[in-house]
């Protein structure tokens, strides 16, 4: 996933959206399990077999909340990584759910590296890959037999 890169300017840039964040890192410190749960749920919109989404808890539970709330902070505020998307010089695929909070942050960082293909899909949360594993397939598959078979800037 395509994060918003701007780091610390975010704070000041999404003051409401920084606050309702900073809210939950305790509740995620006090209430692991029933955070991630509840996390599940939020990336997750399809039914899951029996079992999956107790494995991904478990999974997260692996992480010591301080350690993942550490994480999340060097993650959504940490370094500004917008002048590095203008640096990426090779394809790139973004996968995004359309219905995504976060898509026009995603669109416009996509547009910042110069052979990027976002693409968009429908009826998903934030984990695609689980929600729309077959139009995530899909979409990697094609994005792979569409590479050039020869690197960029290379003569054949």
Do not use: W
Request: proline share 7%; aromatic share 6%.
């Amino acid at each position: 996933m395509l994060r918003s890169p701007t780091g610390a300017e975010g704070i000041v840039a999404r003051p409401q959206e920084t606050a309702a964040q900073f809210k939950m890192f305790p509740v995620y410190q006090a209430h692991q399990e029933e955070y991630l749960r509840g996390m599940m749920g939020a990336i997750i919109s399809k039914p899951q077999p029996e079992g999956a989404i107790d494995r991904l808890v478990a999974t997260g539970m692996k992480t010591p909340s301080t350690n993942g709330t550490a994480m999340l902070v060097a993650d959504l505020f940490g370094v500004n990584r917008t002048a590095a998307l203008k640096k990426i010089d090779c394809p790139t695929l973004i996968i995004a759910s359309a219905k995504s909070d976060e898509l026009a942050r995603q669109q416009a960082g996509a547009a910042e590296i110069s052979h990027a293909r976002l693409e968009e899909v429908e009826d998903a949360a934030h984990a695609v890959f689980v929600d729309q594993p077959a139009r995530f397939s899909e979409l990697l598959e094609k994005f792979v037999k569409d590479l050039p078979t020869t690197p960029a800037g290379s003569t054949p």
